[in-house]
Structures are given as structure tokens and as C-alpha cells.
């Protein structure tokens, strides 16, 4: 299933600066989509 193409765009415009770092936490701004990522 594809993304977004905002999510894509995003995506390319900070992956080179993310190659060595590893997401242990994600805040998000709206308790919508809290239940719905797992970082496992």
C-alpha cells in the first residue's frame, strides 16, 4: 500500500540526516493515533 505523498516527501527530505539514529519514541499531537503504531 503506498503513503501519503506528503509522508513521502517528508520522508526523503529528513532520511539522510536519520541513517544512523534509532526512533525509540514518538510523541503525537493528537491521542487519535496513539493506538495505532508499535514500535516492536
Known amino acids: 500500500m503506498p503513503e ?3 509522508v ?3 520522508l526523503r527530505g529528513i ?3 536519520l ?3 534509532i526512533i ?3 510523541l ?3 491521542q487519535n ?3 495505532q503504531f508499535h514500535l516492536n
Open 4 to 6: 501519503l505523498p506528503e
Open 24 to 26: 525509540e519514541k514518538l
Open 33 to 35: 493515533y496513539a493506538g
Open 28 to 30: 503525537f499531537a493528537s
Open 15 to 17: 532520511s539522510p540526516y
Open 19 to 21: 541513517k544512523s539514529f
Open 8 to 10: 513521502e516527501t517528508a
